[in-house]
């Protein structure tokens, strides 16, 4: 384990506090200056780290989010994780997937990828989707997602009303089954997907959430993802490049929304054990 959470995890578990109560105003002001707290020694930790996981946040993060708390306690917590392609949204979200699973965590990962439209009329005209690519279809665009319905669920999950989600089918067909998938609304909902961060939906988020890894190092992963499902490599390469000018035009311009930017680079086991140490910070209190 990294040296620098262990320790943190070990100074936790003696430091438990009197749980505030919660149904009350003030025992939420307490818990959400608690959480600052611990939350800013969170940060000042990681810069210490060989691979710092934080590269930035907005300086009122902290206050929005913990004024949030305060104001609106019964509602879910939402995340939008979001980046450019191969940053590595998919890896991380499987990552906490596995916390999720050792830890027995309230959290729902939602893939917003399941909200690309129906195209499966157009893959029947062009033959398939790299020559549909090929004809000018962009596929990152706002407009190919279903954002409305995104939005829509999302706000009903923060309700604590579980939905049913598309499901869009990844088998080359672009077909989209609505009402596919039964989505739970747990106490924290995080919807992975670039498209989380669009206009159209980026408001009702409480963290926004951005990877950041340089276009050299996503190029190495997408070659790499693409051989795995043995995708031409001249295909690959050409998709490359429409996926690098995309991110420029869809991503790169939203990223200022973002609360908190991470680094893609991040050691996974690092991250894991980061979010151990949040899991623990959150629950670390005694009842009389």
């Known amino acids: 384990m990294n040296a620098l959470v262990k320790n943190l995890l070990e100074n936790q578990t003696k430091d438990k506090i009197q749980k505030p109560n919660c149904q ?69 979200c499987k990552k906490i997937s596995e916390c999720i699973e050792k830890l027995n965590l309230p959290i729902t990962i939602l893939s917003a990828d399941n909200y690309f439209k129906d195209i499966s009329h157009l893959i029947e005209k062009y033959g398939n989707f790299d020559l549909l690519r090929d004809a000018g279809y962009d596929v990152d665009s706002p407009d190919n997602f279903d954002l409305d319905l995104l939005r829509e669920d999302v706000l009903k999950l923060q309700k604590g009303n579980d939905i049913l989600s598309p499901e869009y089918l990844v088998n080359g067909t672009g077909k989209s089954k609505p009402k596919s998938i039964p989505v739970k609304s747990q106490k924290i909902i995080i919807i992975e997907g670039m498209c989380s961060i669009y206009e159209k939906v980026s408001d009702i988020f409480d963290i926004k959430v951005y990877i950041d890894l340089n276009d050299t190092e996503r190029k190495e992963r997408f070659l790499k993802r693409a051989a795995k499902r043995n995708q031409d490599q001249e295909n690959a390469l050409k998709h490359w490049e429409y996926i690098k000018l995309a991110g420029k035009k869809y991503l790169i311009p939203n990223k200022e929304k973002c609360d908190i930017i991470i680094n893609g680079e991040c050691d996974l086991e690092y991250f894991s054990h980061m979010v151990e ?12």
């Open 277 to 288: 140490y949040i899991n623990l910070i959150t629950n670390n209190f005694y009842e009389d």
């Open 24 to 92: 009350t105003r003030s025992g939420r002001s307490l818990l959400a200056f608690y959480l600052q707290t611990k939350f800013k020694q969170i940060i000042n930790h990681d810069k210490k780290s060989d691979k710092q996981l934080i590269i930035d946040y907005k300086k009122d993060f902290l206050d929005n989010f913990t004024d949030r708390l305060i104001n609106r306690p019964e509602d879910r917590i939402l995340i939008a994780l979001s980046g450019e392609s191969a940053s590595g949204k998919s890896t991380i």
